[in-house]
């Protein structure tokens, strides 16, 4: 079975500039999401779909962070524009179901952004 | 506090030492817990699952003491492939956003020979 598949691997952009990563869930997957993951730090959940609705994006800095999930497959997430701070890996990660506590969530190699 | 807090070490023990991590979590309607594992460089992927009676998989072994809110994972006879990093995770309740999981920082492992 396929995994969850991000683009790009690496990133490296100039702060104020902007910047899309790309996502595409394990097939069948309704729920998706976006972490951050600062080094050092624990991944942090920027948003969560079910299929192409939001269901929580209440750690998403809307001022310069969007996303969407065009369909109920892939998604992007965009960041316009950057800043140093942004300098982080994102993770995407999906899970079969919407509802219960207790399905596994896979997760995609990740994107690793450099803002300089 | 931090919803989710691990002691992020590091731990450094050789080849077949038995090594215990600890995790707090503060939500007490917290529904599932689970340990995860990360390589360097790597994305998190799951180690186990935690049951409130206690549960092991090899080498490796869970409790849970919700009275506590608080989370445990041993590993013995550590083995070099342990090395990495360790992420206690809370799947927090509420609303519609299940699923939701909170991840402490992590507790990083180096097992040497």
């Known amino acids: 079975e396929a995994g969850v598949a991000q683009s790009p691997r690496y990133k490296i952009i100039e702060k104020r500039q902007s910047v899309a990563f790309w996502c595409n869930p394990i097939s069948g997957h309704a729920t998706l999401y976006w972490y951050q993951q600062i080094l050092g730090q624990g991944p942090k959940l920027l948003i969560q779909f079910q299929n192409n609705g939001v269901v929580d994006d209440s750690q998403l800095p809307k001022d310069r962070f969007s996303a969407e999930r065009l369909k109920g497959v892939d998604s992007t997430l965009k960041i316009q524009p950057a800043k140093l701070e942004d300098s982080a890996v994102y993770l995407c990660?999906?899970?079969?179901?919407?509802?219960?506590?207790?399905?596994?969530?896979?997760f995609g190699p990740g994107t690793r952004l450099t803002v300089l | 506090r931090k919803e989710v807090e691990q002691d992020p070490g590091p731990f450094n023990v050789p080849e077949g030492a038995t090594v215990a991590f600890n995790c707090t979590y503060s939500n007490s309607a917290s529904q599932s817990f689970f340990w995860y594992r990360q390589d360097c460089r790597k994305e998190p992927k799951l180690l186990m699952s935690v049951y409130s009676s206690g549960n092991e998989d090899g080498r490796f072994t869970a409790q849970l003491n919700r009275a506590s809110q608080y989370i445990s994972l041993l590993i013995r006879d550590s083995k070099l492939s342990d090395s990495a990093t360790y992420l206690c995770?809370?799947?927090?309740?509420?609303?519609?956003?299940?699923?939701?999981?909170?991840f402490g920082q992590g507790t990083i492992l180096t097992v040497h020979p």
């Open positions: 995770v809370v799947n927090q309740a509420g609303g519609t956003s299940y699923g939701k999981l909170t």
């Open positions: 990660a999906s899970r079969v179901s919407t509802s219960g506590f207790t399905d596994t969530q896979y």
